[in-house]
């Protein structure tokens, strides 16, 4: 037993070895980069502490902190939603060094603990909200469909509030942009054509009820879309959508203004690897990454399903 310990003890540094150098690698290749891609990073909770029971991904509150910093000390240009939609588009350029902030679902901890972050810096972020989540205290439960919110007597993943209102107006009107992240965190894929429209076009409703006016972007909850998802998005108004990573294999014949990549920030993220996920190559280590988790599926024959 204590030789499998030791085993897996030295794997797992020799693991944490062979991603300390590939980054670093990579952070020298920085300095010759040809051209530089804008990068989205995706966060979900921001948080003091763990969070009581499961979760959804979480970064702790100072850790957030120190990675707005760290950007801001490190001259990144924070772009908004609608510049990197332009960008995408091939209408503005952007400086060579920067970045878009999101959030997914529309945790009220946003507003708890990473607004007050953001606005500190002057940084202008997104948000992607689950609508008929908004001013919620919901208990959550996972379904092969998504998301589904449990009654009383049923089991549920996680419990959590969400953003209310006037949270919602008070980021809003402090550089926070809100789009659309479906009604209620369903998985597209898994809908008709009429299901899909009803959860896009209501969720867009719902956010100009909040603030005056839906901006045309949405992220695919849990990251998955398909031609017929970006389809009808871009049939409902929706100018670009946000994907997670982008899978290496049978990528969705869509345009690219419907699959822009982000790079997910969890919990625990060392400083070098933040460095690197948002060099000119980070989307080069995340896709290793990828590959690497997905090794087994590659091999197999295995594809990934919402396409």
Known sequence: MLEKEAAAGSGQKLKLAARW?????????????????????????????????????????SEFEEQITFLKESDYHFASVSEI????????????????????????????YAFPILRKHCVPATVFLTTDLIGED??????????????????????????????????????????SHGRIHKRLWM???????NEIIGSQRRIAEVVGAAPP???????????????????????????????????PAVDQLYALPRIGIGGGTPSYMFRCLVSSYGSLYNLS??????????LSGSVWRPI
């Open 217 to 251: 972007f949405m992220s695919y909850p849990f990251g998955e879309f398909n031609a017929t998802i970006a389809r009808v998005a871009e049939r409902s108004g929706i100018r670009c959508a946000f994907a997670v990573k982008l899978p290496l294999w049978r990528r």
């Open 85 to 112: 939609c332009e960008w995408a588009e091939g209408r503005v350029s952007l400086p060579r060094r920067s970045v878009h902030i999101t959030f997914d679902d529309g945790f009220e901890d946003n507003h708890t």
């Open 191 to 197: 809908m008709s054509v009429a299901e899909l429209e």
């Open 21 to 61: 150098l590939f980054c670093q690698a990579l952070l020298a290749m920085e300095k010759t980069a040809p051209r530089r891609l804008a990068v989205s990073l995706l966060y979900h909770r921001v948080l003091p502490a763990p969070p009581s029971g499961y979760s959804v991904s979480w970064v702790r509150q």
């Open 289 to 298: 990454q990828t590959a690497w988790k997905k090794r087994h599926e590659l």
């Open 138 to 179: 919901a208990r959550i439960r996972y379904d092969p469909s998504g998301w589904v919110v449990a009654q009383s007597e049923e089991r549920a993943n996680m419990q959590c509030r969400f953003l209310s209102e006037s949270q919602i107006k008070e980021m809003n009107a402090n550089g926070v942009t809100f789009a």
